[in-house]
């Protein structure tokens, strides 16, 4: 039956014993049959922290969210492979943060040369480089301000700048998060301009001004040093703007929308999924990862069943791609109970 279609239920003799949905719900093997949603290894996309300035740092608690190096980012690759990972997503953190954030687009900087470290190693691995100025800044907003705020045009040429030097040092995705307007049509003309038409566009079309997203700023040290993101990042009550922005990043030339955070936001997952034909993904984020590890860390829930459970919710709202910290915990077979 076509899903909205009401359950004919007037039409059949709906007594007792008829329906028993029991019945198909009492043996493993039929269960297993009968699944309706399922998520595998490559359909997750793991993040990445390349630091050029400190030595690789660990983190306690939270393993997905280490701080490495060039080189040991590339091995890391190289265990996510193995593991069946099939696309990273990398974030760099520059030796100096400034007040343009021109580190970015720096061909030397630690983003380029874990692309190239990557693609020497494993030309097989998708390589996906996030664009955005919090990291390189040091006011740790997402672009360019002036009079204390981000202003839209200064900001479209150095995302465009970025994005460009990950494309020549070989990513295969670009993906911009800074929630500036018209960033893919940017992007698109100046990969296109350069001769990068092939890289393609994983945009954050739908990004919320999340408090989910935390830890990763711990990580990037990439927090606002005076207010906060609400003045490009979308507001948590608003879904049908969520929508225009995914209409908007696909008439742009996106190649892949992307909604984020994920679990706090499966109703935007599913309305994305039902209105658009491009892939779509989803960003289950720093706080997210967090929250799983510290209950399983205290016993309150089992560990791999809730990634299982989340992971599932996240396909079965309708992502195509999950981008998740859980990738590496996978991959290293760190996570029990499944
Ligand atoms: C911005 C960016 C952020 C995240 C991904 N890209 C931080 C922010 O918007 O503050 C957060 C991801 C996460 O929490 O895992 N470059």
Request: charged share 25%; glycine share 8%.
């Amino acid at each position: 039956m076509p899903e909205g279609d009401p359950i004919p239920l007037g039409s059949t003799p709906a007594g007792r014993g008829v329906h028993q949905p029991l019945r198909l719900r009492a043996h493993g093997p039929v269960r297993e049959m009968l699944a309706e949603t399922s998520w595998r290894i490559d359909h997750l996309v793991a993040p990445l922290f390349v630091t050029a300035k400190r030595p690789a740092q660990p983190h306690a608690g939270l393993p997905a969210l280490a701080r490495r190096g060039v080189e040991a980012t590339a091995r890391m690759a190289e265990t996510l492979h193995d593991g069946g990972v099939r696309a990273v997503l990398l974030f760099g953190i520059p030796s100096t943060k400034t007040p343009t954030g021109v580190g970015a687009a720096d061909p030397k900087g630690p983003v380029p040369a874990a692309i190239r470290a990557i693609k020497e190693r494993l030309p097989e691995m998708t390589v996906a480089a996030d664009v955005c100025l919090c990291e390189y800044t040091d006011h740790g907003h997402c672009g360019i301000l002036r009079d204390g705020r981000v202003d839209n045009e200064l900001t479209l040429p150095r995302l465009a700048a970025a994005a460009t030097s990950y494309a020549e040092a070989g990513a295969d995705w670009v993906a911009p998060s800074a929630m500036a307007d018209h960033q893919v049509a940017s992007l698109r003309a100046s990969l296109d301009m350069a001769g990068y038409r092939s890289t393609a566009i994983l945009a954050y079309a739908a990004k919320f001004a999340s408090a989910f997203y935390g830890p990763f700023r711990d990580v990037a040290d990439s927090a606002p040093s005076l207010g906060d993101r609400r003045g490009y990042q979308l507001d948590p009550r608003n879904a049908r703007e969520a929508l225009r922005e995914l209409e908007l990043d696909t008439q742009e030339g996106a190649d892949i929308l992307m909604v984020k955070p994920a679990l706090p936001y499966l109703d935007v997952i599913r309305r994305a999924r039902d209105r658009s034909h491009l892939p779509l993904a989803a960003y289950q984020v720093s706080g997210e990862y967090a929250m799983i590890k510290a209950a399983a860390s205290r016993g309150w829930v089992e560990e791999g069943r809730a990634v299982d459970e989340a992971l599932t919710a996240i396909r079965r709202a309708g992502a195509d791609l999950i981008v998740s910290y859980f990738s590496t915990d996978l991959a290293l077979g760190g996570l029990r109970g499944r």
